[in-house]
């Protein structure tokens, strides 16, 4: 699964992929998501916002930045399930809409 491939490894620097584009995953054909490590010192008081606030997934609806990058820190193994479900829903929703485009014959 080459999806899984990409995914996986993130979780070992504890990041999680973003889009900037809000919602707009692949407007013009290209990748638009980057990543994010929360390791990082800036996400310690990050309490209003979720890993990607466009974003629908169980971790985002329910935890902060600063949790999840606590959790990273403490390296709690729910950080890389948490981090997983995240990733994995970015990636599916990325592939989706390629998926569409290229059906719709766009790309």
């Given amino acids: 699964m ?7 490894p993130l979780l070992s620097h ?3 992929l973003v889009n900037p ?3 707009d995953v ?3 054909g290209q990748k638009h998501t980057h990543q994010i490590s929360l390791r990082k010192g800036k996400y310690r008081r990050d309490f209003d916002q979720p890993i990607d606030a466009n974003c629908t997934c169980s971790t985002c609806q329910q935890y902060s930045r600063a949790y999840v990058h606590h959790l ?3 390296q709690e193994f729910v950080a890389g399930t948490f981090l997983t ?6 990636m599916n929703t990325y592939m989706s809409c390629l998926r569409e485009r290229i059906y719709a014959n766009d790309i």
């Fill in 14 to 16: 504890g990041s999680a």
């Fill in 2 to 8: 080459r999806i899984a491939s990409h995914v996986f």
């Fill in 21 to 23: 584009f809000h919602g």
């Fill in 26 to 28: 692949c407007a013009d």
């Fill in 85 to 90: 479900v995240h990733n994995m829903h970015v």
């Fill in 72 to 74: 990273v820190k403490a």
